[in-house]
């Protein structure tokens, strides 16, 4: 059968009897529905009273009714359901032979391209609608997994930052304690000492006050009381005022057990008791006060290295116990998210083969299309005419 045959049995009757997906325009007409003819009608009427009978008659009336009654338009209601039929699609799109020829036929009319391109793609939707779903719903999963693993990483990140800070932090300076305890056991001891002596020095004169040494230490010991003694002081000029408080009393202090000693002990003796008491009173008082500063300051040292040990061992232990709950949950997920991989990527690669599909078909509709398009342009329109008597 040679080419225009085909074409002429494509679109003859025989063909759009036979073939399921062809169309003819007399059934696309809406179906002529009879109108229903109208039923007799019997009415009483009355007659003229008689002599005889007051009975009425009953007469037969003609068919047409005593009023016209406007005809009632019929109601459609149009309900949207879902189709409950599987959709019926045209075979030449899963038959490469019959979609040439459709691409042929369509070339040779008048018809465009686009409106069989479109019920490929129409039909690719349809192929590809489930698989897209897939890919959406463990994309979306995938999306989320991925949300928590980050979440739980940060977290981890900000736990281990906080156990670096925690270990670099460290106690300001070393403390001294034994040996501040020890100097300020010396400093007392001598300032008691220095308190016995003079008292044992002032009983010869006063048998009966001990008040009296007491006194004599306090008024020695008055620079105690100075923040910081001019020995130590660099900085800062010596003025005579501040030489007689700091030597003043210690010396006058000094001078008052060395008149007391003379009396009942030699000079030698009272003179190198009152070198010795003197002395003491200027540096044994400043040694007991700066042994306490230093004490109070290595307790506060020892007090806030001993916290921070506690504070280290607590924080990183519970730090590192949270570390470890968040890494098995991210392993956890990361499982989750390696079963749910080879889902996506077949589901992927479906809808990828289908578009591939697609367009092929598409490529090889379009080709077919517009190489019959060219052979009808290159026509004559004698040649046009006997074209179209073969279908005659």
């Known amino acids: 059968m040679s080419f225009f045959e085909r074409v002429k049995a494509y679109f003859s009757r025989d063909n759009f009897q036979k073939d399921p997906e062809l169309v003819s325009f007399d059934e696309l007409e809406p179906p002529k529905v009879a109108a229903p003819m109208p039923a007799p009608v019997t009415a009483t009427m009355p007659t003229l009273p008689t002599t005889g009978s007051s009975m009425p008659s009953v007469v037969a009336t003609p068919s047409q009714p005593l009023f016209a009654e406007e005809p009632q338009s019929e109601t459609k209601l149009w309900v949207m359901t879902p189709p409950s039929q599987k959709i019926e699609w045209p075979t030449w799109l899963e038959d490469e032979t019959l979609l040439r020829d459709e691409g042929v036929i369509f070339g040779l009319s008048e018809s465009k391209a686009e409106e069989k391109v479109a019920i490929i793609r129409n039909y690719f939707v349809h192929q590809t609608a489930d698989w897209e779903r897939e890919v959406e719903r463990h994309g979306e999963k995938i999306q989320e997994l991925n949300l928590f693993i980050e979440q739980k990483e940060n977290r981890i990140n900000e736990l281990k930052e906080k156990c670096s800070d925690m270990e670099s ?23 008691v000492g220095n308190y016995f002596l003079i008292d044992d020095t002032l009983r010869p004169l006063y048998p009966n006050s001990q008040w009296i040494a007491v006194g004599v230490f306090l008024a020695g010991m008055f620079n105690l009381f100075g923040r910081v003694s001019l020995f130590h002081d660099t900085e800062s000029n010596v003025s005579w005022r501040r030489m007689l408080e700091e030597v003043g009393m210690p010396f006058a202090a000094a001078l008052f057990v060395f008149v007391q000693a003379v009396q009942n002990q030699g000079v030698w003796r009272a003179g190198a008791l009152f070198v010795f008491v003197f002395f003491l009173f200027l540096f044994a008082g400043k040694l007991l006060l700066s042994n306490i500063t230093v004490l109070r300051n290595d307790l506060k040292i ?3 290295g001993t916290n921070l040990k506690k504070e280290k061992s607590t924080k990183t232990e519970t730090w590192d116990g949270e570390v470890a709950r968040l890494t098995a949950e991210i392993d956890a997920l990361r499982v989750q998210k390696w079963q749910i991989l080879p889902n996506l990527n077949k589901a992927e690669a479906e809808v990828a083969r289908l578009n591939a599909r697609r367009d092929a078909l598409i490529k090889l509709f379009e080709s077919e299309f517009y190489l019959a398009r060219q052979l009808r342009d290159r026509l004559t329109d004698k040649q046009w005419r006997e074209f179209e008597k073969g279908f005659e």
């Open 302 to 304: 020892w007090l806030t």
């Open 169 to 191: 932090r460290n106690h300001d300076g070393e403390h001294q304690l034994p040996r501040t305890i020890v100097g300020l056991s010396f400093s007392a001891a001598m300032c």
